[in-house]
C-alpha cells in the first residue's frame, strides 16, 4: 500500500503549508482506530462517500452496511502506528482491507476497480470530510435484519431501549413453526 509513514507524512505537511505550493490542501481531517494507536488523515474534501451494502463489507467491517469515504492515495496519510496496520486480502473481492493489529478497527479499503482511490470508513474521522454519503452500492445485498428507518416506540422498563413492535413478521414466526 502506498502510505506514508508517520516520519514522511508529518514532513510533508510542514513543507507543505508554509510554502505556496498549490496542491496542499489548506485542511484535513483526522481519523482515528478505537485503541489510538493508527492515526490517518485525509486532505479535505474527500472524493466522495458512499454506502457499502456488500455481503464483504457486512462480514468484514461486523455491520449492516460500511460508510465509506473515498479519498485520492495522494490526498491520504498516515500519522501514526503504520507498524500497527495489518492487511489482508479479501476473498470475496480480491481489494485489499486492512485494520489495527491491536484493536482490530476497520482501516483502509483498496478497491481493484479503483486503484489509485483509498476507501476510510466514515466513522473513523472526528471532523467533516467535505463530502455527504449520498451514493449506494450493492444494495441488492442488503440483509433483511437492517435497520431501514421502521417506528420505534420506547421499550417499557428499559430506558433508553428503542423497539420496533412486530407486526406481519409475527404471523410468519408462527406459520413457520406450524
Ligand atoms: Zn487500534
Known amino acids: 500500500m502506498a502510505v506514508i509513514c508517520c516520519e514522511t507524512g508529518l514532513l510533508m505537511r510542514k513543507a507543505a503549508s508554509p510554502s505556496k505550493k498549490p496542491k496542499a490542501s489548506a485542511t484535513q481531517s483526522i481519523g482515528r482506530c478505537a485503541c489510538g494507536k493508527v492515526v490517518l488523515e485525509i486532505d479535505v474534501p474527500a472524493r466522495w462517500a458512499w454506502h457499502d451494502h456488500s455481503a464483504a463489507s457486512q462480514r468484514a467491517q461486523g455491520c449492516a452496511y460500511a460508510t465509506f469515504v473515498g479519498s485520492y ?3 491520504f496519510r498516515i500519522l501514526k502506528g503504520q507498524d500497527n496496520i495489518r492487511r489482508f486480502k479479501d476473498p470475496a473481492t480480491g481489494g485489499t482491507r486492512s485494520f489495527c493489529g491491536d484493536c482490530g478497527t476497520p482501516l483502509v479499503y483498496e478497491r481493484l476497480r479503483a486503484p489509485e482511490m483509498v476507501n476510510i470508513p466514515r ?22 435484519w437492517a435497520y431501514r428507518g421502521e417506528q420505534l416506540a420506547p421499550l417499557k422498563g428499559f430506558p433508553g431501549v428503542m423497539w420496533e413492535r412486530p407486526k406481519r413478521k409475527k404471523r410468519k414466526l408462527f406459520d413457520e413453526e406450524f
Open 123 to 144: 466513522a473513523l474521522f472526528e471532523t467533516r470530510t467535505g463530502r455527504e454519503p449520498r451514493y449506494h452500492l450493492s444494495l441488492k445485498e442488503a440483509p433483511d
Open 73 to 75: 492515495r495522494s490526498r
